[in-house]
C-alpha cells in the first residue's frame, strides 16, 4: 500500500503534467501526441473514454518520474522539461526523507544501547584526561562496560513511583 502523502503527490503532479500536455503550442511535439497509449486530443481531457487513459498515463509518467527516473517518456517541450524536473527533484529530496527518517530509527531503536554507548564514552573521556596508566584505564573501561551490560537506560526507580500501588505490586512480583 503506497503512503497517502506520495499518492496525493503523485495525483498532483499527474494532473500537472495533464495540464502540461493540454497546453502544449505545437500537438505534434508533446507528450499528448507522443504517449505509447496515445495519441490524446486536448479535448478528451474534459470528458470522453479516453480521460482515465490520459489520468493513468500521466500518474504513470509520475510515479517512474519520481522514484526512478523518468524513463522510456521524455520532456519535448520547455514546459514539459521544467516539470520532469521538479518531478525528478521531488523524487530525491522524497527520497532523502525517507533515508533519514530510516536513519533515525535505526539510530534510536535501542536506547540501553545508545545510553550505554555514551556512558562509555564519558568514561573513555575521563580515563584519557586524567591520564591513567594503561593498566587501570583498562580495567575502569571494562568495569563500566560491564555495569552498563546489566543497567537500564530507564529510570526504574520513576517508572515504580508513577504506578498505583496495586500495579506496582504485580509488577515487582513479576520481576
Known amino acids: 500500500v503506497l503512503p497517502k502523502r506520495a499518492r ?12 502540461v500536455g493540454r497546453n502544449t ?12 497509449v496515445g495519441p490524446f486530443e486536448k479535448s478528451e481531457t474534459t470528458g470522453g473514454s479516453s480521460v482515465g487513459k490520459i489520468y493513468f498515463s500521466a500518474y504513470y509518467f509520475c510515479m517512474r518520474a519520481m522514484s526512478n527516473g523518468a524513463g522510456e517518456l521524455y520532456g519535448n517541450t520547455v514546459n514539459e522539461r521544467v ?3 521538479i518531478l525528478e527533484l521531488s523524487g530525491a529530496l522524497t527520497f532523502g526523507l525517507i533515508i533519514a527518517s530510516l536513519t533515525s530509527i535505526v539510530t534510536s531503536r535501542d ?5 550505554a554507548q555514551e556512558e562509555r564514552d564519558a568514561v573513555a573521556s575521563f580515563v584519557s584526561t586524567h591520564k ?4 587501570i584505564g583498562r580495567r ?36
Open 8 to 19: 496525493v503527490l503523485w495525483h498532483f503532479m499527474a494532473c500537472l503534467w495533464v495540464y
Open 25 to 36: 503550442e505545437n500537438e505534434d511535439n508533446g507528450w499528448f501526441y507522443l504517449d505509447p
Open 83 to 85: 516539470v520532469i524536473m
Open 111 to 115: 536506547k540501553n544501547t545508545q545510553h
Open 132 to 135: 591513567f596508566p594503561k593498566d
Open 140 to 175: 575502569v573501561r571494562r568495569h563500566f562496560r560491564q555495569y552498563y551490560q546489566r543497567k537500564s537506560a530507564i529510570d526504574e526507580k520513576k517508572i515504580f513511583k508513577e504506578m498505583s500501588p496495586l500495579l506496582r505490586l504485580e509488577v515487582s512480583s513479576h520481576i
